[in-house]
Protein backbone atom coordinates (compact mmCIF):
# COMPACT_ATOMS: atom_id res chain seq x y z
CA UNK A 1 0.00 0.00 0.00
CA UNK A 2 1.32 3.06 -1.31
CA UNK A 3 1.18 5.47 2.06
CA UNK A 4 0.34 8.18 0.47
CA UNK A 5 -3.18 6.53 -0.15
CA UNK A 6 -3.67 6.61 3.68
CA UNK A 7 -5.08 9.60 4.54
CA UNK A 8 -5.69 10.66 8.22
CA UNK A 9 -7.92 13.18 9.93
CA UNK A 10 -9.21 13.70 13.34
CA UNK A 11 -12.27 11.63 14.50
CA UNK A 12 -15.51 13.43 14.04
CA UNK A 13 -18.07 12.19 16.57
CA UNK A 14 -21.32 12.72 14.31
CA UNK A 15 -19.70 11.28 11.22
CA UNK A 16 -17.73 8.49 12.38
CA UNK A 17 -19.02 6.94 15.88
CA UNK A 18 -20.59 4.18 14.20
CA UNK A 19 -18.50 3.26 11.11
CA UNK A 20 -15.20 3.26 13.84
CA UNK A 21 -17.79 1.08 16.47
CA UNK A 22 -18.33 -1.36 13.36
CA UNK A 23 -14.55 -1.62 12.54
CA UNK A 24 -14.03 -2.44 15.91
CA UNK A 25 -16.27 -5.18 16.25
CA UNK A 26 -15.60 -6.93 13.22
CA UNK A 27 -11.63 -6.46 13.68
CA UNK A 28 -12.65 -7.87 17.26
CA UNK A 29 -14.79 -10.89 16.48
CA UNK A 30 -11.69 -11.64 14.09
CA UNK A 31 -8.28 -10.84 16.34
CA UNK A 32 -10.34 -12.27 19.53
CA UNK A 33 -12.94 -14.62 18.79
CA UNK A 34 -11.94 -16.27 22.94
CA UNK A 35 -13.00 -13.13 24.23
CA UNK A 36 -17.03 -14.18 22.90
CA UNK A 37 -19.30 -12.76 20.30
CA UNK A 38 -21.56 -11.53 22.95
CA UNK A 39 -19.23 -10.07 25.30
CA UNK A 40 -17.97 -8.18 22.26
CA UNK A 41 -21.15 -7.29 21.12
CA UNK A 42 -22.05 -5.97 24.47
CA UNK A 43 -18.60 -4.14 24.62
CA UNK A 44 -19.82 -1.81 21.48
CA UNK A 45 -21.85 0.24 23.06
CA UNK A 46 -18.80 1.37 25.55
CA UNK A 47 -16.55 2.18 22.41
CA UNK A 48 -19.53 4.61 21.21
CA UNK A 49 -20.62 6.50 24.30
CA UNK A 50 -16.92 6.16 26.71
CA UNK A 51 -14.29 5.36 24.10
CA UNK A 52 -13.76 7.10 21.59
CA UNK A 53 -15.45 10.36 22.96
CA UNK A 54 -13.04 10.14 25.57
CA UNK A 55 -9.46 9.65 23.62
CA UNK A 56 -8.04 11.32 21.29
CA UNK A 57 -9.11 9.61 17.82
CA UNK A 58 -7.83 10.01 14.28
CA UNK A 59 -9.45 7.96 11.36
CA UNK A 60 -7.83 6.32 8.25
CA UNK A 61 -9.18 6.77 4.91
CA UNK A 62 -8.98 5.93 1.36
CA UNK A 63 -9.78 6.99 -1.06
CA UNK A 64 -12.72 8.30 1.21
CA UNK A 65 -13.82 5.12 2.40
CA UNK A 66 -12.82 4.78 6.67
CA UNK A 67 -10.55 1.90 6.90
CA UNK A 68 -9.10 2.12 10.18
CA UNK A 69 -8.77 4.28 13.56
CA UNK A 70 -6.32 4.81 16.12
CA UNK A 71 -7.06 6.41 19.68
CA UNK A 72 -5.11 7.95 22.28
CA UNK A 73 -5.09 8.45 25.32
CA UNK A 74 -1.95 10.61 25.96
CA UNK A 75 0.64 8.49 25.04
CA UNK A 76 -1.18 5.30 25.40
CA UNK A 77 -2.51 3.44 22.28
CA UNK A 78 -6.13 2.70 23.79
CA UNK A 79 -7.13 1.20 20.04
CA UNK A 80 -5.73 0.36 16.95
CA UNK A 81 -8.09 -1.27 14.57
CA UNK A 82 -8.49 -1.66 11.03
CA UNK A 83 -11.26 -3.08 8.77
CA UNK A 84 -10.33 -7.01 8.20
CA UNK A 85 -11.07 -5.73 4.24
CA UNK A 86 -7.90 -3.58 4.82
CA UNK A 87 -5.77 -5.24 7.11
CA UNK A 88 -2.16 -6.44 5.92
CA UNK A 89 -2.16 -3.39 3.56
CA UNK A 90 -0.34 -0.52 5.58
CA UNK A 91 -2.59 1.13 7.22
CA UNK A 92 -2.29 -0.14 10.52
CA UNK A 93 1.36 1.16 10.03
CA UNK A 94 0.39 4.69 9.00
CA UNK A 95 -1.64 5.36 11.98
CA UNK A 96 1.28 4.16 14.33
CA UNK A 97 3.80 6.55 12.48
CA UNK A 98 0.62 9.21 12.72
CA UNK A 99 0.79 8.52 16.44
CA UNK A 100 4.49 8.82 16.86
CA UNK A 101 4.25 12.53 14.94
CA UNK A 102 2.35 13.34 18.28
CA UNK A 103 4.48 11.43 20.74
CA UNK A 104 8.00 10.60 21.13
CA UNK A 105 6.94 6.85 22.87
CA UNK A 106 3.90 5.02 22.60
CA UNK A 107 2.40 2.24 25.21
CA UNK A 108 -0.54 -0.34 24.46
CA UNK A 109 -1.64 -3.62 26.21
CA UNK A 110 -2.41 -6.36 23.71
CA UNK A 111 -3.77 -9.74 24.07
CA UNK A 112 -1.05 -12.46 23.79
CA UNK A 113 -3.13 -14.71 21.99
CA UNK A 114 -3.91 -12.38 19.03
CA UNK A 115 -0.71 -13.45 17.40
CA UNK A 116 -1.46 -11.41 14.53
CA UNK A 117 -1.02 -8.29 16.58
CA UNK A 118 1.61 -9.46 18.37
CA UNK A 119 4.09 -9.75 15.25
CA UNK A 120 2.66 -6.56 13.67
CA UNK A 121 3.44 -4.68 16.52
CA UNK A 122 6.87 -6.47 17.18
CA UNK A 123 7.89 -5.95 13.32
CA UNK A 124 7.42 -1.88 14.19
CA UNK A 125 9.99 -1.96 17.40
CA UNK A 126 8.07 -2.23 19.78
CA UNK A 127 9.38 -4.44 22.45
CA UNK A 128 7.56 -5.86 25.68
CA UNK A 129 8.11 -4.03 29.19
CA UNK A 130 5.24 -6.18 31.04
CA UNK A 131 2.86 -9.12 31.18
CA UNK A 132 -0.45 -9.80 32.81
CA UNK A 133 -2.22 -12.82 33.13
CA UNK A 134 -5.61 -11.16 33.23
CA UNK A 135 -7.06 -8.33 31.37
CA UNK A 136 -8.06 -4.90 32.52
CA UNK A 137 -11.93 -6.02 33.05
CA UNK A 138 -10.09 -8.88 35.37
CA UNK A 139 -10.59 -11.52 32.77
CA UNK A 140 -8.47 -14.11 32.37
CA UNK A 141 -7.22 -13.18 29.03
CA UNK A 142 -3.05 -12.56 29.02
CA UNK A 143 -1.91 -9.17 27.86
CA UNK A 144 1.68 -7.75 27.00
CA UNK A 145 2.23 -4.33 27.58
CA UNK A 146 4.24 -3.08 24.78
CA UNK A 147 6.10 0.40 24.35
CA UNK A 148 7.60 2.14 21.07
CA UNK A 149 10.35 4.93 21.32
CA UNK A 150 11.29 6.77 18.42
Not at 20 to 36: Q, R
Not at 42 to 57: A, F, G, V
Not at 63 to 74: D, K, M
Not at 110 to 137: C, I, P, W
Request: charged share 20%.
Amino acid sequence: MNKKLVEIRPFDAARDTQTLSLIWLEASLLAHPFIGTERLSEQRKLIEDTYLPNSETFVAEISGQTTGFISLINNFVGGLFVSPHWQGKGVGRELIAYALTIHDALNLNVYTENAQAMGFYKSLGFREVTRSSHDDDGMPFENARLQLTR
